[in-house]
């Protein structure tokens, strides 16, 4: 059974319900011998690295078969995970690798210190980054620290944003192909 895991990003409120993330997660749930894990997470608003990589490894079970797809805060929040644990995959949307100037984000704990690419990428059998030029949230040049760090698999567009429609179909092809690797 494969396991694909979405973190989502930041915020309150029920997650099946946000951006794509239910959509993504009933169509991950079609596939054949796939299980997708999708949850409200603890201290969504700050997303503090302390609480949600412990969450991440022992209340949804994040381990060397799960491909973590996260978004925003989810993004650094798999990228996290990663060095401190193998995982089949990660795929990162709308990453960046600093706090931006932002109180809320520095709290998270996630950009208080350098990122260990190599540990991500001797955990990682692959890394894909979906990431839009024209996201208000995200300056380019935070995703592209991003993609030379890991070296990812990068979906670059110019009219995605932050990622937050109803529908991702381009995240259900690329994780199809990555179950069947």
Known sequence: MQ?????PGNGS?????????????RKFDQLPDVTCDLR????PVVARESIWIPFMRD???CG??????????G????MRFAEKYPVKGIIVVSACVSDLGDANERASGYYSRPWEWEKIKANTQFRVQFGSTDDPFIPWSEQEQVANGLGSDLHKYDDKGHFMNTAFPQLIDVVKKKLNT
Do not use: C, F, L, Q
């Not at 396991?3 to 973190?7: M, Q, R, S, T, Y």
């Not at 060397?64 to 805060?73: A, D, L, Y």
């Open 40 to 43: 409200n997470m603890p201290d």
């Open 3 to 7: 396991h694909i895991v979405i973190i």
């Open 13 to 25: 409120g029920d997650v099946t319900r946000a951006n794509w993330y239910g959509w993504a997660k």
């Open 75 to 78: 993004a650094e929040a798999a």
């Open 64 to 73: 060397e078969e799960t491909i973590i797809v996260g978004h925003s805060s």
């Open 59 to 61: 209340d949804m079970r």
